[in-house]
């Protein structure tokens, strides 16, 4: 096994992007990577959709008002992201300047007209290393983004340890987050947009359940963020300053809150990370090394380019062993009938003993 990773620190940025502006969202993020990497961070986590906007109309907006939906869709299309494009080399440039890992949610520009909501990651030296679109959009976002392409999320083997990342509610699919502990993650990053105690509840148990650091890193969007020009404003509550209030908040491996909440403000958390601790914190529980059962339960990932689990190569296969006294096609047991895979699905499946 490789020498454990140094502890390092890490910052999560709550802030709120310049609404609908592509060019001056992207400046405040390079300033923002600045600050945090000033700050002494080395692994930086901005919010999900931080350029050019999250689409927070869809929670609000009547699909009657279709002027006002065709008109934000124009104008998220003429500001989405292009991957790559001249801002992931602002990006890249901003990750190299302050000798950090990056890892930032945006709205990337399909090819004809189409949206994504894709996080980045970038390392030190700028380069952008990963881009991945969100598996599946959470209800109104899906009349503003599509569901992205078969590729499951992958781990990197970075200096720090090993970091992952799940868009927003992403990290409610758990065998998402099976697919990201078989990598061996050491540190989750976790851009979103939900701010709700639930979702700080999960942050926690995530952390628990996979013996790993969480990042939850949310905008902070007040109501006078959103022009007076968008007609769709009317539809927010006038007597709340707040639109996301943000609670970002950084866990550690035994699901105890280092940093945060953050509420109502934006600011920077910051919090030392000691990839160690992800290893000492098993010795109770890991779900899927020792408190696994291979014999009883079976996983496997149908999205492309992930890399195997860390020890795949060494784990025997297990034959399975007949109950005493019981012959093939015997009375002493009734086969199981055969179930059908249902196709593109990654799903683990008791098997009935």
Known sequence: MTDTPKPFLAAAIQSASIFMDRTRSTDKACELIAEAGRGGARLIVLPEA??????????????????????????????????????????????????????????????TGTIYNTILWFDPSGRLVESRRKLMPTGGERMVWKAGEAVAPRVHDTPLGRLGGLLCWENYMPLARYAMYQQGMQVLVAPTWDRAEPWIASMRHIAREGRTY???????????????????????????????DGNSVIVDPDGAVL??????????????????????SKWIFDCVGHYQRDDVFEFRVRGEGVP?????????????????????????RRAAPERRKPAGSSRARARKR
């Open 50 to 111: 931080f350029i050019p906007s999250y689409p927070s109309w869809v929670w609000v907006l009547p699909l009657t008002e279709r002027a006002e939906w065709g008109a934000l869709h124009r104008a998220m299309v003429e500001n989405a992201v292009q991957v790559p494009g001249p801002e992931t080399g602002r990006l890249g440039a901003a990750a190299r300047a302050a000798g950090a890992w990056v890892a930032i949610g945006v709205d990337e520009a399909g090819p």
């Open 214 to 244: 969480v990042i939850g890193c949310c905008q902070a969007l007040r109501r006078d963020d959103i022009p007076d020009s968008r007609p769709f404003k009317r539809f927010l509550a006038a007597d709340k300053e707040w639109v996301n």
């Open 259 to 280: 940093a945060g909440p953050l509420a109502a403000k934006a600011g920077i958390l910051y919090a030392e990370i000691d990839p160690g601790r992800t290893l000492s």
């Open 308 to 332: 195997p689990a860390p020890d795949a190569a060494v784990r025997p296969a297990r034959a399975r062993a007949k109950p005493a006294g019981t012959r093939s096609g015997g009375a002493g």
